[in-house]
């Protein structure tokens, strides 16, 4: 049996947590202090996924980046990816808070979406 050690982000405590596996089975998770430790370490340990942040190029704006998110956690191996399209995405002034600038962004399910308006100049 193997462990891995991870650092729960499921609330403010930070709980180390321990998880013994045999490949890809759980045996044990321990050190976690809530409910939400515990979920959070058994999708870790899964299938791990993050919300995407980065910035677009924008034409014509007052501002040359509009900071953007994905509107759901996508899988954390594909975030290099997701970085590296990113920065081919060139988007139209004006851009509101929410518009979607990119849908299914790199095939994840998940929208891109903008996090800041940016006005035309």
Do not use: W
């Not at 900071?67 to 997701?82: A, E, G, I, S």
């Not at 851009?95 to 035309?120: K, M, W, Y």
């Amino acid at each position: 049996m193997r462990q891995r050690c991870i650092i729960c982000i499921g609330c403010p405590k930070g709980c180390p947590i321990t998880i013994t596996h045999e490949g890809k089975n759980i045996q044990k998770i321990e050190g976690y202090s809530c409910e939400n430790g515990y979920i959070y370490a058994k999708n870790e340990f899964a299938a791990p996924v993050r919300i995407f942040t980065s910035t677009l190029r924008v034409n014509a704006g007052e501002l040359e980046l509009v900071p953007v998110k994905t509107t759901t956690p996508v899988p954390k191996n594909m975030l290099m990816d997701c970085a590296r399209e990113s920065c081919r995405i060139i988007v139209n002034a004006p851009v509101n808070i929410g518009d979607v600038l990119c849908e299914n962004f790199c095939g994840t399910g998940s929208d891109l979406v903008a996090t800041r308006d940016v006005l035309q100049k």
